[in-house]
């Protein structure tokens, strides 16, 4: 079952990474909340170094979904990507309850 749980995170992760850069032009709660900033603007070196090993130790899609909302963190990009992480992770769950026929009630941390 971990496995499974884990093929299952890593899925959303790349779904969720590739519908981010593939949906340039949508419109979603992501860019209503933050302006689309330059992608030239980077993290600190600490919020940066922070952020992986958070990942490292709890997960790609834990770190971004439920471990912070990362309001100590000022970069307007790093936001913006964030947000569209979770849109698009909430979006794949839908549509994954919906193509199988299933109720779903997403996590706490995806809804809106």
């Known amino acids: 079952m971990k496995n499974t749980t884990n093929t299952l995170i890593g899925a959303i992760a790349i779904l969720a990474i590739i519908t981010i850069f593939s949906l340039e032009t949508r419109t979603n709660a992501a860019s209503e909340v933050y302006d689309e900033p330059s992608p030239q603007m980077l993290l600190s070196e600490e919020h940066a170094e922070s952020i992986i090993s958070i990942i490292q130790t709890e997960g790609f899609d ?32 839908t549509y994954l309850a919906a193509s199988s026929g299933k109720t779903f009630e997403p996590p706490y941390y995806l809804k809106k």
């Open 62 to 93: 834990a770190a971004f979904t439920h471990y912070s909302n990362y309001r100590d963190i000022s970069d307007p990009h790093f936001h913006y990507l964030r947000q569209n992480y979770i849109d698009a992770a909430a979006e794949l769950m």
